[in-house]
């Protein structure tokens, strides 16, 4: 079974710059999380998607960050324009379903932003 | 807000020795998970933990789970160098839609 996969692997940019990652689930898993990692702090829960709808975006920052699911399979998430503290590990996690599923993690995209 | 505090933090231990990293979290949890994270990598899950008194044991790491006291540890016994890592817990909780809140992560690193 083809795990979680995330595109790109890297990216650098220049702050106020955009960018954007794109996640593949696991085949017939409905629920979708986006998580940011910063370096020496454990993942934060940055959307939760529930097929193509959100569940929670509570900690999402709106005003520069994005992410969709449209057709309830493939999600991206944007930052435009990019801060100095977006750098980060952005994890893509997928599960089953909502009801307490065990969530599969990605590789991640480690983006830099200078 | 659920908050997960894990302790230690940092750890270096000897080959050989036996020690125990500890998961406290705020409110009641559905499940507890450990999670394992090497250098530039993803996070590897080691245990679910679902009920009180759960314990679960995989090699020399056993995990266990006190629901009464929001409390579970990962011992780690006779300590060899490939445990090196990142060790996460995590707690989800179905009125957050069951994402996951996880501790700052205790780095450890084991030496001959």
């Known amino acids: 079974e083809a795990g979680v996969a995330q595109s790109p692997r890297y990216k650098i940019i220049e702050k106020r710059q955009s960018v954007a990652f794109w996640c593949n689930p696991i085949s017939g898993h409905a629920t979708l999380y986006w998580y940011q990692q910063i370096l020496g702090q454990g993942p934060k829960l940055l959307i939760q998607?529930?097929?193509?709808?959100?569940?929670?975006d509570s900690q999402l920052p709106k005003d520069r960050f994005s992410a969709e699911r449209l057709k309830g399979v493939d999600s991206t998430l944007k930052i435009q324009p990019a801060k100095l503290e977006d750098s980060a590990v952005y994890l893509c996690a997928s599960s089953l379903d909502l009801a307490g599923h065990e969530q599969y993690f990605g590789p991640g995209t480690r983006l830099t932003v200078t | 807000e659920l908050k997960v505090e894990q302790n230690p933090l940092f750890l270096s231990m000897q080959e050989g020795k036996n020690y125990t990293i500890y998961c406290n979290y705020s409110t009641t949890s559905d499940r507890l998970y450990w999670y394992r994270q090497d250098p530039g990598k993803s996070l590897e899950s080691l245990f679910v933990l679902l009920s009180n008194g759960a314990v679960k044991q995989e090699g020399r790491l056993m995990a266990s789970l006190d629901t009464k006291a929001r409390l579970s540890t990962l011992h780690i016994t006779a300590a060899v160098h490939d445990l090196s890592a990142t060790y996460f817990c995590?707690?989800?909780?179905?009125?957050?839609?069951?994402?996951?809140?996880f501790g700052k992560g205790t780095s450890l690193l084991v030496t001959p």
């Open positions: 995590a707690v989800d909780n179905s009125n957050s839609g069951y994402a996951l809140n």
């Open positions: 998607f529930q097929n193509n709808g959100v569940v929670d």
